[in-house]
């Protein structure tokens, strides 16, 4: 057994799109031979959708690690997003449909939004903003959001977007990496029925050493905010600038944003992403994987555009693309949990993008809130974030999709800057769980400790072994963590952190960070495939499983698992579920220990924590029989996302 990485599971289903949607889907079948006949070719004609003041010379400049694409090309992204479909007539196409949490709605154009976005351009350049600077967004999830996103992109100010989450000392972190001259927020925003403030953690981080020069102040909530000599409101500000301002052309591999992740352990990586690339990448992929029909959809991405997830397909795909989406302020159970259901209702959504979390979240909430509305407008439906569980999978086609809907499980990171592994939804049978295959123009591979490819069947690390348009350039600033971060575990090879498998008909499966893959008896056993057994079972929503230490077996496999709505945990529930994993995926996989949990330890974006949990397992004594259910377990856990939350 000299697997990298097991491969357990085995998954039989599978879904081929309707002959209907085949027909009208934006990507044929061809498009992976096209893009295999001339790669390069391929994506020239991909940024051929884009508008470029000057064409460029050079597709591809690739010095590894470090990537030029469309070098010596210029182009301005804000025009990408806007100008041009007001010059081209599409001006009064609703931009977006935006929904408070309150309940306050706003219609806006691309006209309008292009108004919006010059004026906010010609409010930064008077308070000195250039080219090249730094502008930190730190933002509720309101229009205003977007605006100040493509006001930066317009005048070739580099955005970092940090969530609105973060505390004053990770914004502080920041701020100071990135060096920014200008901070953007708002007073507040609503989340879970209350006003939350932003300005005031501002104002926190803030008392660290920066060059930050202004604070430009959304109003939002009307909350009290003090106003310092930096800080002005943007209504003030903004409101009376000239709507006159013309774009200018900034080169392809001008830095579009800065986006850091936390990384597990060290301090956070400011991700670095390029104009002309990014783009292209960006657009293609909402094009083809979303199939968006820019005329009749309604499309709606639930991420925040604090996350990548929330720049590529928020903001930069779907604007370039003229899509007329949704964009929600609040949190899903606010004022009740339908509330994601009410809205697909009310705006006739037809096209969903959303995580794992946020679905199984649902399941464990009962079927009756999705029931309650009437989500036949639905034709697609995509996930991203963390593996999708087959039975999360078909929940989702059932529940959500009303069996009529083709799911994309998107892979990609923030690093990759946009999606590279998913079903192409009017061509791919996709099997529940599996993000099936690299996209038209990408290239991965699944291979051993030694780089060598595992072939179908067999499990190990994902790589990508060929540059695309929208990899990020480096960390900011720090070329030398860039190349060891990504580059050093195999030559020439960028490893993605992340374990992978090829089934036996060579679709591709993700297994979860290997930083978390558990080795139980020297098999190495990923994470993803135990908790896909466990949320099999029909009394669970959610699982997540670590290794622990075990003197018999070096690792022994722990799971926290959440029950679905209705079901109450006793002694022979236990039983069953390990039972059940046995059957599944083998007895090399039974959980020693299970654990009913009200929450898991998730991060800001919703990935779960699994480093948290292991010491939560580890620390507590091995057989224990009164697991189940135990209070004391979730006090370990939410203990360690407080002071996990702190250092952030
Ligand atoms: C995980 C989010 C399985 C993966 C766009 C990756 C996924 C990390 C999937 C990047 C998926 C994302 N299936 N795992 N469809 N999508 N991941 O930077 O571990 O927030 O490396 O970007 O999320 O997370 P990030």
Redesign the pocket.
């Known amino acids: 057994m000299n697997d990298s990485l097991s491969n357990l599971l085995s998954e039989n289903r599978t879904f081929a799109p309707s002959a209907e949607f085949a027909a009208q889907a934006n990507a044929k079948a061809d498009l992976y031979e096209i893009a295999e006949r001339d790669r390069l070719a391929f994506w020239e004609e991909q940024a051929s959708n884009l508008h470029w003041h000057e064409k460029w010379n050079q597709v591809l400049d690739w010095q590894p690690p470090f990537a030029k694409w469309f070098a010596g090309g210029k182009l301005n992204a804000s025009y990408n997003a806007l100008d041009r479909h007001v010059l081209e007539g599409r001006g009064d196409r609703v931009a977006f449909l935006f929904e408070g949490e309150p309940g306050d709605t706003r219609e806006i154009t691309y006209a309008q939004m292009l108004t919006e976005v010059k004026k906010t351009a010609n409010a930064l350049l008077s308070l000195g903003v250039k080219d090249g600077d730094r502008v930190a967004i730190y933002m509720p999830m309101i229009p205003e959001a977007a605006v100040a996103m493509l006001a930066c992109a317009r005048i070739g100010a580099t955005h970092s977007v940090v969530f609105g989450g973060f505390s004053a000392d990770s914004l502080l972190a920041r701020i100071q990496d990135a060096d920014a001259t200008l901070v953007i927020t708002a007073d507040g925003g609503f989340r879970k029925g209350g006003a939350f403030g932003l300005k005031s953690i501002v104002d926190d981080a803030l008392k660290g050493e920066t060059n930050v020069q202004h604070v430009l102040v959304v109003k939002r909530t009307g909350q009290d905010v003090t106003m310092g000599a930096k800080d002005i409101w943007w209504h003030e500000l903004v409101d009376k600038q000239s709507a006159e301002h013309e774009a200018q052309p900034f080169d392809s591999e001008h830095p579009l944003f800065i986006l850091y992740?936390s990384g597990t352990t060290a301090k956070p990586k400011g991700i670095a992403h390029t104009t002309g690339g990014y783009l292209t990448q960006a657009a293609y992929t909402h094009r083809i994987v979303f199939d968006l029909k820019p005329e009749t959809d309604i499309y709606w991405c639930t991420a925040d555009v604090g996350?990548?997830?929330g720049h590529s397909y928020v903001v930069y795909g779907p604007l370039i693309n003229g899509a007329t989406q949704v964009m929600y302020e609040g949190t899903p159970d606010t004022p009740h949990k339908g509330r994601i259901f009410e809205m697909i209702e009310k705006y006739g959504v037809t096209i969903l993008y959303t995580a794992p979390t946020l679905i199984r979240t649902w399941m464990k909430w009962g079927d009756e809130f999705p029931n309650k509305y009437n989500l036949k407008s639905l034709r697609l439906l995509g996930?991203?974030?963390?593996?999708?569980n087959p039975e999360a999978w078909m929940w989702y086609r059932e529940v959500v999709g009303g069996n009529n809907c083709p799911i994309v499980?998107?892979?990609?990171?923030?690093?990759t800057g946009a999606i590279m592994i998913s079903p192409l939804p009017g061509v791919t049978a996709t099997k529940p769980g599996s993000?099936m295959r690299t996209l038209p123009g990408i290239s991965a591979k699944v291979v051993d400790d030694e780089a060598k490819e595992v072939g179908n069947g067999g499990g190990g690390y994902l790589v990508l072994d060929k540059p695309w348009p929208s990899m990020l350039r480096g960390i900011w600033r720090e070329p030398d963590r860039y190349k060891e971060t990504y580059w050093s575990r195999f030559d020439g090879l960028y490893f993605?952190?992340?374990g992978a498998k090829l089934d036996d008909d060579g679709a591709l499966w993700?297994l979860?960070?290997v930083d978390d893959v558990m080795n139980v008896s020297g098999h190495r056993i990923s994470t993803t495939e135990v908790e896909s057994a466990l949320v099999s079972h029909h009394a669970i929503a959610e699982a997540a499983v670590v290794g622990a230490n075990d003197e018999l077996t070096g690792q022994a496999i722990v799971a926290f698992v959440i029950l679905r709505g209705g079901v109450e945990p006793d002694q022979e529930l236990e039983k069953s579920l390990k039972a059940h994993v046995t059957k599944e995926i083998g007895a090399i996989a039974r959980p020693r220990q299970i654990m009913v949990v009200a929450e898991l330890p998730k991060t800001r974006?919703g990935?779960i924590m699994r480093r948290l949990l292991r010491d939560v397992a580890e620390n507590r004594a091995v057989g224990d029989a009164t697991t189940l259910a135990d209070p004391n377990v979730m006090k370990l856990i939410s203990e360690g996302l407080q002071s996990e939350k702190k250092e952030d």
């Open positions: 992740t996350w990548i997830t996930s991203v974030g963390e593996p999708i499980d998107t892979w990609w990171q923030t690093e993000a993605a952190g992340d993700l979860g960070r974006s990935k």
